[in-house]
């Protein structure tokens, strides 16, 4: 088998209700960029990238179209179904823009699966039992504001959320103790300032919310101050941002840095090195929650098969993308949640169990190739 022809579609998805985070970053808008790979087997594969602005990850929409640029030329003519040597590939023809090769190395499992007939979850290992538990991201803003979205969330189901906060210390510490007053049984709570702490503020905050039950993730910029935060308090802590390649996980096993790490698909570079860094994280039996920055069904699908081929006691929570309804109706088969109980499982149909809807993606803004 042969690609042929590679396609690249962009997606520009309104939220005029803005998205926020630390530091007074806000969105009203995300970017979406598909990919499709066409083969001489008459088989087409789907991938694809969402990112937040250039101020949340060192990604940007502009940034991986040029990335596929200057990729896709390099894999014409080459056999989809050997993945690692397209990773190879592309980490030899341009160094750095993990989020660029994300979606060409996920339209590839997504042919490796419609070839053999089997989903994501079996090719990267196995389906293990259970159902995967959704996080929830109520974002920063008034603690009324974040009471109100915390209930709506809860009742819809969830019982994983994880708090955005602003970065001011006494604010968060009174949004963390008016949050923690409706807590439930059986909910658990990731306090995330998305890296808006300095290390002095994140070591104020957690002396003073030493009694909450909670995960602290990512709370400063650089993984020295994470490092150095983790080494002082008694919290677990989750690192996220920084976990941008399969060595950074090798790195914070040997420094023994997080009790829990969120792999984000696109972050990594794609499905090959999150499934690499799934196997050191297994290996050294540290809990996981499997996400991405966002997308459609497609991004969903991949999502969802990567954290089912996780053991059941090691896969702590996912992120649904169409949590905030940006891409519904890309795709065909987006998977809802079960019973209204914010868990869900990884579809059974083969690849990554998407196919975007015809006529939904319009025009390709750039092709590679001819057809086979």
């Known amino acids: 088998m042969k690609i042929t022809r590679i396609s ?30 066409e083969t001489d087997a008459a088989i087409v594969g789907w991938g694809e990238v969402q990112t937040m602005g250039g101020n949340y990850l060192p990604a940007f929409a502009k940034g991986a179209i040029a990335a596929i640029d200057e990729l896709a030329p390099h894999l014409i003519g ?23 090769k994300s979606p060409i190395d996920m339209a590839c499992w997504d042919i490796l699966g419609k070839a053999t007939g089997m989903p994501l979850c079996d090719l990267l290992g196995g389906r293990f039992e ?58 658990e709570y990731y306090a995330d300032c998305n890296r808006g702490w300095t290390r002095d503020q994140a070591l104020r905050v957690m002396r003073q919310i030493r009694d909450l039950d909670v995960y602290i993730e990512q709370p400063c910029y650089s993984y020295e101050d994470c490092l150095a935060v983790r080494r002082r ?56 929650t499997i996400q991405d920055v966002g997308g459609s069904g497609i991004v969903q699908g991949a999502i969802y098969g990567l954290a089912q081929s996780v053991p059941k006691e090691l896969r702590h929570s996912v992120y649904n993308p169409l949590a905030r309804n940006l891409s519904d109706g890309f795709t065909d088969a987006p998977i809802p949640i079960q019973g209204g109980g914010g868990v869900v499982e990884a579809s059974d149909r083969p690849g990554l169990g998407q196919e975007p809807l015809p006529g939904s993606l319009g025009d390709p803004i750039a092709v590679y190739g001819g057809r086979g």
């Open 8 to 37: 690249v579609f962009q997606i520009v998805t309104p939220f005029p209700q803005g998205y926020s985070l630390s530091r007074g970053r806000t969105w009203t808008s995300f970017e979406s960029t598909i990919v499709a790979i």
């Open 78 to 100: 080459e056999n989809p179904l050997q993945i690692d040597r397209i990773n190879y590939l592309m980490d030899h023809f341009l160094f750095g823009h993990p989020y660029g």
């Open 130 to 187: 259970g159902g995967l538990d959704l996080m929830c991201d109520p974002k920063v803003g008034s603690i009324e504001a974040m009471l109100a979205e915390t209930a709506a969330f809860r009742e819809k189901g969830y019982r994983r959320m994880s708090l955005k906060l602003g970065g001011n210390v006494a604010e968060d510490v009174s949004r963390m103790r008016a949050i923690f007053e409706h807590a439930q049984p059986g909910e």
């Open 233 to 288: 308090t008694d919290h677990p802590m989750i690192l996220d941002e920084i976990v941008d390649s399969p060595e950074m996980v090798m790195r914070i096993i040997a420094d023994s840095a997080a009790d829990l790490i969120n792999i984000k698909i696109s972050r990594v570079g794609g499905l090959t090195k999150a499934r690499r860094a799934r196997d050191m994280c297994v290996t050294a039996g540290i809990p996981m």
